[in-house]
């Protein structure tokens, strides 16, 4: 089903029964939905207007992806997961089922995210002045996140990093490196990654989005 407003889906999309995209947002009146040729979305998707969404995407039943989201192409949601809005994914990234996304997170490209992942991006829930700067991880290139992780808001999970089933992550990963436990410990260097040579940062690029945390990331400290 396409719901009145600003659509472009590109013809090539296959929409399955029970699909809904272009729903209605109160964040952002008559904002324009785009999808990308190439998209298959199951039964039970629904795709709020108002997101940028590029060639080949493919969600499985039951996925829900909110306003003000920017998705590159290849990208792959499965089953029962939420995309919160004011998110960036890069290409080719892989989100597992029963994953939620929480609003104003970054992924950068082919990040894989195992079933059951949370990320949460509110450290003190409730508190107006934490409201006010919510941001999600940001979860850089490759980095590959294990069954039933916990993302806190603000940390930076590196390039190719590979973070353990269970872990509650609290603090930065660098890349090319392995962690794991709760709270989660950096162990050993990623097996052969081309990542772990280059450890020195670089500046990070401006949050992507419209949210109240462009710009926002602090490091938490438990």
Known sequence: MLSEGLLDIAGTAILDDSVLVGYPSARCDAAELTVGDNAHLRSGTVIYAGSSIGRGLQTGHNVVIREQVRIGDDVSIWSNSVVDYGCVIGDRVKIHSNCYIAQYTELESDVFLAPGVIIANDLYPGSRASG??????????????????TLLPYITIGRGAVIGAGAVVTRDVPDGMIAYGNPAAVVRP??????VEARVQPARHARLGSGPANGVRSPIRT
Do not use: C, K
């Open 132 to 149: 006010d700067a919510m941001a999600g991880p940001l979860i850089r290139e490759g980095a590959q996140i294990g069954v039933n992780v």
């Open 190 to 195: 990623v097996p052969d990654s081309r990542y």
